[in-house]
């Protein structure tokens, strides 16, 4: 909300608009009322997240990257990791999600309440790219 009201509004001269401190819980309910009834509505969501599974979203460009530069993710773990676990090191080396892969995981995990059994669907729906993770 900071870089909102300290950098975008601002750089984009977004003044006129009404932003809307809330928690996520709230800005979902009120991007499913809009949607459901068609209505505009412009939420500050992160990539990935589950909405983008959930419903059909366009990105706004930010050409001037008000919003700074894009994060990733990344692990790391203890020194001599790789050499305890090397079945993990190389399933944590080969694996990747893309955007999409991730926002449709989470978006199971919401749907389902429980990780398990999220991670345990998505597996089952993406057999061949886990595979893929584990050659």
Known sequence: MQIMNEEVIPNYNLES??????????????LDTAYQNQDPIVVTLWSPHY???????????DPDQA????????????????????EVDTWLKNSFFD??????????????GDDEEAASQWIEENRDVVDSWLD
């Not at 608009?17 to 996520?24: A, K, M, P, R, V």
């Not at 909405?51 to 460009?61: G, P, Q, S, V």
């Not at 955007?99 to 389902?112: G, M, P, V």
């Open 99 to 112: 955007d999409d892969q991730l926002s449709a995981l989470l978006s199971l995990r919401q749907e389902l």
């Open 51 to 61: 909405a983008f599974e959930d419903y059909d979203l366009k990105y706004l460009e």
């Open 17 to 30: 608009f009404e932003l809307t401190n809330s928690s996520e819980q709230a800005m979902m309910q009120q």
């Open 67 to 86: 919003f700074g530069d894009p994060d990733d993710i990344y692990y790391m773990g203890r020194n001599g990791f790789a050499e305890d676990f090397p």
